[in-house]
Each structure stands twice: as C-alpha cells, then as structure tokens.
C-alpha cells in the first residue's frame, strides 16, 4: 500500500459523493486498509484532501507555464494554454473535478492556500487574454468575461469526456482551440503547421481507466 491508493480512493469518494459524505472507514475500505492506518497517510481526512489538491494545482501551474513558453504570440500562447487545460482535465477528470468541486471543505487556512494556487493558475490565461488584447491579436468586450468563459468550457471537459468517445483527446483539444480564438477574435491561421498540444500528466491521485461519467 501506498499513498497514491489512498488517495485514488479518496479521489473517487470525493468525486462520486462528495467529502462531507465521505467517511474515514469509507476511505480505509476504498483502498483496502484498516481505516486507522489512513492516518498514517494524512492526519486527517481534510489533509488528504489538500494533498490531492495541491498536486492538481502545482501541476496545472506547471503545465500552463510551459504551454505559455511556447512562443512569444499571444494566439500561440492562447492555443497551448488552452490545449493543455483541456488535456489536463480529461486526463484527470475526478482529481479536477474535487479539487474544482470541494474548495469548500476546507477551513479557511488551507482554503486560502488552495485558492492562492487556482488564482495563480488563473493568472495565466489573464496574462495571455490582456497581452493579446494589448497587441492587437484579440478583441473582446470584456477580457475578464472572456477569460472566465475559455476556462469553464475546459474546465467542463471533466464532466463528460471519454477515451473511447466518438472523438479523441487531440481532435477534443483542436476543437477547444478553435472556439477559443471565436471567442476572442484571434487569427487561427497563425496555427497552421505549427505544433502546440503536448502530451498531458497523469496524476497519481487519479484512479485508474475510470472516466466521469463512469465514476458515479
């Protein structure tokens, strides 16, 4: 037994019924332990919890970051950023969808270190949406609107997604794309022959070949 059962086990409690539903026997059954062994793990249930969140989010941080070192072009940069938001989260539909989903749960201490981790996440689609605009390559009647609309559409992938679907996970990320430059207006044709989509992380927290949908 090792930590990333644990939390697989509680990934998919979490997801499926939610953390304040979820007990500690529960949890030591989902991973095939003695639920005072849990505690070996994390010191409580809500530590667990933000152990799964922290990595969600250092891990999208780091993700975006690169995306965004892609190129100097905000439309470049939009494509990568955009395309690995989506990778991330249909890879990690139940890890994203707690750590989206469960912020509430926390005490206030560790909420605001979670929410300092989603706001710098966050700042990165800002900081490509308000560089665009600045230079020319977007237009938008509301960059705050806009930004919040590119990040819920990835964000939504979680919640229905599915490896075996009618699309795959490229042809899913290409189309995330395109809506993301209608929405703000951007010249698609500065994509063309150029290869922004790298492949996503796989979380440990993640429980294995289980989609969204299949979760509940």
Known sequence: MNIEKVQQAAVLLFARQGFAATGIRELGAGAGINSATIYHYAGSKEELLVQVMRGCLDEMIVSGSAALRISAEPTLQLAALVSSHVGFTATNPLTARVAEYEMRALSPENQAAMQKLRDDYESLFAQVVERGIRVGEFTTDDATMARLALMEMGT?????????GRLGLTEVQHNFVA?????????????AGIEFIRPPVRLSSEPPGMSAAAAH
């Open 156 to 164: 939504g992938v979680a919640h229905w997604y599915r490896p075996d």
């Open 179 to 191: 809506m993301a430059c209608k929405i703000l207006s951007a010249d698609q044709s500065m994509l």
